[in-house]
Nanobody, 120 residues
Framework: QVQLVESGGGLVQPGGSLRLSCAASGSFRSINAMGWYRQPPGKERELVAGITRGGSTNYVDSVKGRFTISRDNAKNTVYLQMNSLKPEDTAVYYC??????????????WGQGTQVTVSS
């Protein structure tokens, strides 16, 4: 079993910054792609940013130039640096990981979610 534990959410003023972290623990061979999703109140969950094991990244257009996703493979951790935050970034943020548990079994895991609120 694998657990993803997120941290770093909170309340921040518009224009401020937050850094989210998500650490994977448990028994597995490796972690492949990792990502951050968010779900604003009353809306669907959307992909914010993704990163491959090799470090290739992709972002939703609304966060390009403001958010940066990174990972530390040695620590099995993915980060999301969020700068120039806007009220519309308010959401519950979830991390996601593609985990190779054994040679023949791969599963997608989700974190429990962390609230980010951007408000003055």
């Amino acid at each position: 079993q694998v657990q993803l534990v997120e941290s770093g959410g909170g309340l921040v003023q518009p224009g401020g910054s937050l850094r989210l972290s998500c650490a994977a623990s448990g028994s597995f061979r490796s972690i492949n792609a990792m990502g951050w999703y968010r779900q604003p109140p009353g809306k669907e969950r959307e992909l914010v940013a993704g990163i491959t094991r090799g470090g290739s990244t992709n972002y939703v257009d609304s966060v390009k130039g403001r958010f940066t996703i990174s990972r530390d493979n040695a620590k099995n951790t993915v980060y999301l640096q969020m700068n120039s935050l806007k009220p519309e970034d308010t959401a519950v943020y979830y991390c996601n990981a593609g985990v190779e548990e054994t040679v023949v079994r791969r599963r997608i895991y989700w974190g429990q979610g962390t609230q980010v609120t951007v408000s003055s």
